[in-house]
Nanobody, 126 residues
Framework: QPQLVESGGGLVQPGGSLRLSCAAF????????IGWFRQAPGKGREGIAC????????YYSDSVKGRFTISTDGTKNTVYLQMSSLKPEDTAVYYC???????????????????WGRGTPVTVSS
């Protein structure tokens, strides 16, 4: 059964870094768009970084541009989110998702996304 599993979340101090991983099982990410989303307490889900394994296109939200980097490792069927210069407002549950749609459609959630992970929590606090 296809599934996505996130890992790497935790507690980090402001200004610190963290790398999240999203591993796919039961299907290949080769022709998929993959995205990272987050949901802070009391807020809606936000698409923050998306990448296409089809053409390499990327999309970042303004809130993370220049601080976060999304990348893929095809040999491991895994997508990463490198987060730097973390701020308290980055505190959220982080989810990965995958579908065969464009990165812009995915990150703006214009379309229903097929596969979702269960999320990994990130807390930025001193």
């Amino acid at each position: 059964q296809p599934q996505l599993v996130e890992s790497g979340g935790g507690l980090v101090q402001p200004g610190g870094s963290l790398r999240l991983s999203c591993a796919a099982f039961g299907f290949s990410l080769d022709s998929y768009g993959i995205g990272w989303f987050r949901q802070a307490p009391g807020k809606g889900r936000e698409g923050i970084a998306c990448i296409s394994n089809f053409d390499g296109a990327t999309y970042y939200s303004d809130s993370v541009k220049g601080r976060f980097t999304i990348s893929t490792d095809g040999t491991k069927n895994t997508v990463y989110l490198q987060m730097s210069s973390l701020k308290p407002e980055d505190t959220a549950v982080y989810y990965c998702a995958a579908d065969q749609i464009s990165v812009q459609s995915m990150c703006t959630m214009r379309l229903v996304i097929e596969y979702w992970g269960r999320g990994t929590p990130v807390t930025v606090s001193s």
